[in-house]
Nanobody
Framework: QVHLVESGGGLVQSGGSLRLSCAAS????????MAWYRQAPGKERELVAT???????NYKDSVKDRFTISNDNAKNTVYLQMDSLKVEDTAVYFC?????????????WGQGTQVTVSL
């Protein structure tokens, strides 16, 4: 069994910063890709940023130059540093990981962490 646990969400004023963390635990042989998604009220879940095990990254256009995704392979953890936050960044943020447990690969999700940006 694999679990992903996010932390670091909260309430912040516009222009502020937050750092989200997502730690994977359980039967993990290899993590191939990790990502952050978000879902605002009444909207579909959208991809925010991705990172491969080798460190290659991709970002949603609206967060480029403001958000930074990084990982610590030794800790099976992915981070999302969010700077210059805007009201429109308000959402529940979910981490996602493509994990091989030695027998098969699976896509796993965390429970989500709320990020609220106020004016």
């Amino acid at each position: 069994q694999v679990h992903l646990v996010e932390s670091g969400g909260g309430l912040v004023q516009s222009g502020g910063s937050l750092r989200l963390s997502c730690a994977a635990s359980g039967r993990i042989f290899r993590i191939d890709n990790m990502a952050w998604y978000r879902q605002a009220p009444g909207k579909e879940r959208e991809l925010v940023a991705t990172i491969t095990s080798s460190g290659s990254t991709n970002y949603k256009d609206s967060v480029k130059d403001r958000f930074t995704i990084s990982n610590d392979n030794a800790k099976n953890t992915v981070y999302l540093q969010m700077d210059s936050l805007k009201v429109e960044d308000t959402a529940v943020y979910f981490c996602n990981a493509d994990i091989y447990n030695g027998n098969y690969s699976g896509l796993y999700w965390g429970q989500g962490t709320q990020v609220t940006v106020s004016l």
